[in-house]
């Protein structure tokens, strides 16, 4: 019997956070459950149903009696505070943490290369290639990525990726005390790992276009949102604190990140 299991723990707490996606989201749970299930990881789904006005919470009824999916229906609050909801949930539970949005856009079949990359750091990070983006979204990846080299460090190399392994006790340290409306959370906690000299694995992972659906920010609500995430990123170093883990030695980061892993 594993350590994980004789304290009662989960491996893995899976967190996805749900807008409008009843065309896809039966398929996108249904792959995820495969894949997990195959690396035989005792784990929760931690599905959060961010107020949907179309059919998904219909299409999620099928997992409901599944105790494997740990469906929450709750009223809509934007995905940021969302992911937030599900990682203080999630670090209770388990003692990795993942995160993937329900678009399908990052497959479940990237997920074993992050998970075998994860024994010899504290974060293993998705960077997103073949990714078509307007060049709005291309300009705002790219100063957000900046803003937390500047701010923070760089260790992480895409820093808003919706495809991320982290240690619970390394994320429990400080996901509480970023703001419950905090924009894009994930940002704030690529610069936490970053600025803190955690072992950070950067990983390669497909990118694909949405099937379904439409993206739910557009245009100056981007903008808009970009500006608002940049504040809260800024705001959020001091709030949460950085600090060097134990592992750090002479102020620097105990491993190199990785630019892939041999799947």
């Known amino acids: 019997m594993t350590a994980t299991a004789k304290s009662g723990r989960l491996d893995l707490a899976v967190v996805m956070p749900v807008y409008n996606e009843a065309e896809c989201i039966a398929d996108v749970i249904g792959s995820w459950l495969r894949v997990l299930e195959a690396e035989s990881l005792r784990f929760s789904l931690i599905v959060l149903n961010d107020g949907s006005c179309d059919a998904t919470a219909d299409a999620l009824e099928r997992f409901a009696n599944d105790s494997r999916v740990d469906l929450i229906h709750k009223q809509n609050s934007g995905h940021g505070p969302t992911i937030l909801l599900g990682y203080r949930r999630a670090v209770g539970i388990a003692d990795w943490v993942f995160q993937v949005d329900s678009d399908d856009e990052l497959a479940a079949t990237e997920f074993p290369a992050m998970w075998r990359a994860r024994p010899r750091y504290d974060a ?139 799947r």
């Open 124 to 262: 293993v990070i998705g960077v997103r290639y073949g990714r078509k983006q307007p060049v709005g979204r291309w300009i705002i990846t790219r100063l957000s990525r900046a803003l937390v080299r500047l701010w923070y460090g760089g260790t992480v190399k895409d820093v808003n990726v919706p495809f991320r392994l982290m240690r619970a006790d390394v994320l429990s340290s400080f996901v509480t005390r970023i703001p419950g409306d905090t924009f894009a959370p994930n940002v704030v906690i690529s610069g936490v790992l970053a600025g803190s000299q955690y072992r950070v694995a950067n990983v390669r992972v497909a990118h694909r276009d949405r099937q379904t659906g439409q993206v739910s920010i557009m245009r100056w609500k981007l903008w808009k949102g970009a500006l608002r995430s940049a504040a809260q990123t800024i705001r959020c170093r001091s709030l949460v604190g950085i600090r060097r883990p134990s592992h750090a030695a002479n102020g620097k980061p105990a491993d190199e990140c990785l630019d892939a892993v041999e």
